[in-house]
């Protein structure tokens, strides 16, 4: 008669449950930060529109006008773009959205920032998450410069903060191993990872300068 044994994986060495066991990893002290910041940036940009956008309604509905306090021209004009189409796409206000992501991108800045480590599935859902605010964020920006044609000064801000943490958790999904990527471009991100969130945003700056070329010179 055979005897079946059942393999007690307590008693493996370590390096072997280390390989079964899935891979977590942990951001570095410098990219908890920036979430951090990020977040709190985009954040406070959500939080002030969010306050514009009801002090609007709330005139409106008492047969008033408010400007709000970040529209000085007829193109740096937050209540043209607040009071468009395009800034309630979803039904509600968008930057009530921000309010809800960009609170879940500190609260993972702050965990990494106490040496919290996460598995693949949950760098790739919040690496989704973060392509998901730079698609959004980049169609804004389309719609504010040639179809509003106007621009808010903290939905820039909250564009910004949303690039920035995007292209560093990419870089960082890539150079861990999480995001397939041929050698050369692990390599780039080692040592460039700046390069890509500083030419996307030059890239709008320009945009925005050659789209109003002529009211900034004159």
């Given at each position: ?6 393999k007690?994986?307590?008693t ?23 979430l ?15 306050i ?25 004009s ?6 468009s189409k395009q ?33 693949r ?6 690496n ?14 389309f719609q ?18 949303t ?22 471009l692990?390599?780039?991100f080692?040592e ?5 969130p ?19 010179m004159?």
């Open positions: 008669m055979s005897k079946t044994t059942v007690d994986v307590s493996e060495p370590e390096p072997a449950r280390a390989a079964i066991a899935p891979r977590a990893e942990g951001g570095s002290r410098a990219l908890a930060l920036l951090v910041i990020t977040g709190a940036a985009g954040l406070l940009a959500a939080w002030v529109i969010t514009d956008k009801f002090k609007i309604l709330e005139a409106k509905a008492e047969g008033k006008t408010f400007t709000p306090g970040c529209s000085f021209n007829p193109v740096v937050c209540g043209s773009v607040m009071e800034a309630a796409v979803f039904g509600f206000p968008n930057p009530m959205l921000g309010l809800v992501c960009y609170g879940i991108v500190i609260g993972v800045g702050v965990s990494l920032l106490a040496r919290a480590r996460f598995p599935w949950y760098w790739l859902t919040f989704a998450g973060c392509l998901f605010g730079v698609v959004f964020c980049a169609w804004l920006m504010s410069l040639y179809r509003i044609n106007a621009l808010c000064l903290w939905c820039c801000l909250a564009w910004v903060a690039i920035l943490m995007f292209w560093y958790v990419t870089s960082f999904n890539v150079r861990k191993g999480f995001l397939p990527a041929p050698g050369w692990k390599g780039f080692d460039f990872t700046w390069v890509m500083v030419l996307h945003i030059g890239i709008i700056g320009m945009l925005i300068l050659t789209r109003w070329w002529d009211f900034w004159s």
